[in-house]
């Protein structure tokens, strides 16, 4: 018997990948957006809505993750320069997006003409919490009928979050979330998180999340 | 379920090395694996011995070291491992921390012949 030490990261695999899309977003100044959350906060709402405010300021791309159809990226695709779906039912994961599926997606995306891609990723808070893409920013949105216990329960995904938005603040005054508890539990996890209450109905908050959006495109376009 | 994608990685991973050491036959899998990571032990088994069949690493043994979930407060700087879900510091109260241990998942080493 022999003994071989290889102490090497199981996730490595993902990560190089994700590493090379990153590589290949930025020589095409193009910034990209990891959107998380449990299905039905929100993912689709708020692509559009930010479709809807900048497509005048930023040509935009989508990337749609979904396991099997392809309604999402029907309801976006009038209002993005490029969209691309990806299904995952035949993968060999169906939990999360990973590297592999965004490299091939890019291939199909006009990137010199792209300025921000918004990536949607399947509705769930664990798995996507452990898959790099190649992202510049996560984004983790909650919304007010989850409750505001998530950050307690699933706190990876928050971890790692550029942005926690708080959506669906218009039903605020018939569910019991408490605001100010959910915002001290991300602060706890990650102080740097930007927190932003909106509501994708209403377009209540949603022009403070456009704006942060343009400063990240514009300081990220600064860094290169 | 994202187990599947995983095991493969590790058997990859495991074969290479074992075809490195001119072996021929894998015996066994050491494994890291953090208490926070997303992945689930038995679930990596199920697909091993499937994953696995008709390679020389069918049979091994897969041994997982679990590796308690260690924080860190931010402002006392006392490193701790939650007793409960609230993740507070048992030493000021503070929620704010930072995870120093506890998403690792690695291959530690692989024992062959």
Not at chain 1, 145 to 157: F, H, Q, R, V, W
Not at chain 1, 177 to 206: H, M, W, Y
Not at chain 2, 73 to 94: E, T
Request: hydrophobic share 40%.
């Amino acid at each position: 018997m022999k003994k071989i030490e290889v102490v090497q990261n199981v996730l490595e695999a993902n990560e190089t990948i994700a590493n090379r899309n990153r590589q290949l977003l930025d020589k095409n100044k193009v910034f990209a957006i990891n959107i998380m959350s449990a299905p039905g906060a929100g993912k689709t709402s708020l692509v559009l809505q930010t479709l809807t405010r900048l497509k005048d300021r930023l040509n935009m791309g989508v990337i749609e993750g979904d396991v099997a159809s392809t309604v999402d990226a029907e309801k976006v695709q009038n209002e993005a320069k490029s969209v691309v779906q990806i299904n995952t039912r035949n993968m060999p994961e169906s939990c999360s997006l990973m590297a592999v599926m965004i490299e091939s997606a890019l291939k199909d995306m006009p990137l010199d003409n792209i300025d921000l891609i918004l990536i949607e990723n399947l509705g769930n808070l664990i798995c996507p919490a452990e898959f790099t893409l190649g992202e510049h920013k996560r984004v983790l949105i909650a919304s007010l009928p989850e409750g505001d216990d998530k950050p307690i329960k699933y706190p990876l995904i928050f971890v790692d979050a550029g942005a926690v938005i708080i959506n669906k603040m218009d039903l605020l005054p018939h569910v019991d979330f408490d605001i100010a508890a959910f915002r001290r539990s991300v602060a706890g996890l990650n102080p740097k998180a930007e927190v932003f209450q909106i509501s994708c109905k209403t377009g209540e908050g949603i022009e403070k999340w456009c704006s942060w959006i343009l400063e990240q495109v514009e300081a990220s376009a600064e860094r290169r | 379920m994202h187990e599947l994608g995983i095991t493969e990685n590790i058997i990859n991973i495991t074969l290479a090395k074992a075809d490195e050491a001119q072996a021929s036959k894998v015996l066994k899998i050491n494994l890291v694996i953090g208490e926070l990571s997303g992945f689930v032990p038995d679930c990596i088994q199920f697909y091993f011995d499937t994953l696995s069949k008709d390679t020389i690493a069918q049979g091994a043994a897969l041994h997982f070291e679990t590796v308690s979930p260690q924080l860190r407060c931010r402002n006392c700087s006392a490193v701790f491992c939650p007793q409960d879900i609230l993740w507070a510091c048992p030493k000021c109260g503070s929620q704010g921390v930072e995870i120093t241990e506890g998403r690792e998942l690695y291959i530690e080493s692989v024992e062959v012949e």
